[in-house]
């Protein structure tokens, strides 16, 4: 086939044509012959030339068949080379953005400079010097002396006899435990053994005095997240949003202390018989305790201890993972007990309790303090 896709004539058709009586055909037969022998020559070379033309024609359309097909399958291949073109952008696209970034990545590498990311607010939690958990085993030491009286015991530990009080110092020194959170033991299982009675009743002080240095602790909590430029919401906040967003009388769910809107990264330090270790959580909230986080106070009682792990596997499941700062640290157990929730156990090392402590001091300290 030609370009235009015509059949060329050949040298071999051009003689044919001649021997089938084309022009000048005659002329080249022998003058010798008779007209009988001619025509039977002629029609027997007429009889070949027609053959001849039926096998080109065959072979023609055979050779046309072939390129036809030839075509179509290149037509074919073509078009999924071009579906198989058209998916590749995205892939080379994808491939391209992640060279791009590790391409930003290595230059700020040689720049001295890291890739820009997302800032995650740190909130940086400094132990106090002495900071531990007691052990089990220290409180059930102490407790003995702590309640001389069981059940009736009533009072301050500051009425209490020097004697004892000598006694109660040295079994903290001997275990391992502070004064204040022995005291703060005290006043917990004074409030276990008479579960519902007035903190008056107990001459413990009014319940107005407790509650004003709970706030003062939460206070002292508040300030020092804003020193820290830790965005946060107060539970007030919490509270207003919610009905801003419902309504007035729509039901509000629970509301820690302090809420972070963003994961925050709790950096701190944790003093066990091993020395001190470093731990960066993320966290989404903070609970506030003006006490002691006995051990020895069953889960579930009816009291702030008891009450602490019911409470905050609420929180888990609402707000995720978090930390619970106890004004007087937390016994061993209760440690591990919240660690096993998500939850991180934390004293007031970093805070500024001054106007928490002189308010204590003026209704339940003795004059040393």
């Known amino acids: 086939m030609n370009a235009e896709g015509g059949r060329a004539a050949t040298p071999a058709s051009r003689t044919c044509r001649k021997h089938a009586g084309g022009p000048g055909g005659a002329a080249s037969a022998s003058s010798g012959a008779s007209p009988a022998k001619r025509r039977k020559k002629t029609t027997s070379s007429s009889g070949r030339n027609q053959e001849q033309k039926q ?8 050779s046309g068949r072939n390129r036809d097909g030839n075509n179509r399958r290149t037509r074919n291949n073509n078009r999924k080379r071009g579906r198989a073109n058209n998916a590749r952008p995205i892939f080379q696209r994808a491939c391209s953005s992640i ?9 700020a590498a040689d720049d001295g400079k890291r890739p820009t990311r997302v800032a995650v607010p740190t909130l940086n939690w400094k132990a106090s010097p002495q900071a531990h958990h007691p052990v089990i085993e220290a409180e059930e030491a102490l407790l003995p002396q702590l309640l001389k009286y069981g059940k009736k015991e009533r009072g301050m530990f500051r009425t209490k006899p020097s004697w004892l009080v000598e006694r109660v110092e ?29 903190m008056s009743k107990l001459h413990l002080g009014s319940n107005d005095n407790v509650r004003a240095s709970a706030a003062l602790f939460e206070e002292a909590v508040e300030d020092y997240l804003h020193s820290q430029d830790v965005p946060f919401m107060t539970e007030e906040e919490q509270k207003a949003a919610h009905k801003q967003k419902n309504g007035t ?110 308010h204590q001091r003026s209704w339940c300290a003795d004059d040393n303090g």
């Open 99 to 107: 060279s791009s970034i590790s391409a930003a990545s290595a230059a």
């Open 170 to 198: 040295q079994l903290c020194h001997q275990n391992g435990i502070d004064l204040i959170q022995a005291l703060s033991l005290r006043r917990t299982h004074m409030r276990l053994l008479n579960s519902g009675m007035d």
């Open 55 to 62: 096998d080109r024609r065959g072979g023609a359309s055979a």
């Open 249 to 358: 009388y729509a039901k509000t769910p629970p509301t820690p202390d302090f809420v972070f809107p963003n994961p925050t990264r709790l950096r701190y330090t944790t003093v066990g018989d091993d020395g001190a270790a470093d731990s960066s959580p993320l966290i989404s909230f903070i609970e506030v305790k003006m006490f002691y986080g006995a051990g020895t106070i069953p889960d579930e009682s009816p009291n702030a201890v008891g009450l602490i792990m019911p409470k905050l596997k609420r929180y888990v499941e609402l707000y995720g993972p978090w930390a619970i700062v106890f004004s007087f640290g937390c016994s061993e157990r209760l440690a591990e007990k919240l660690a096993s929730i998500g939850v991180v156990a934390l004293d007031a090392g970093p805070l500024d309790l001054t106007q928490m402590e002189e």
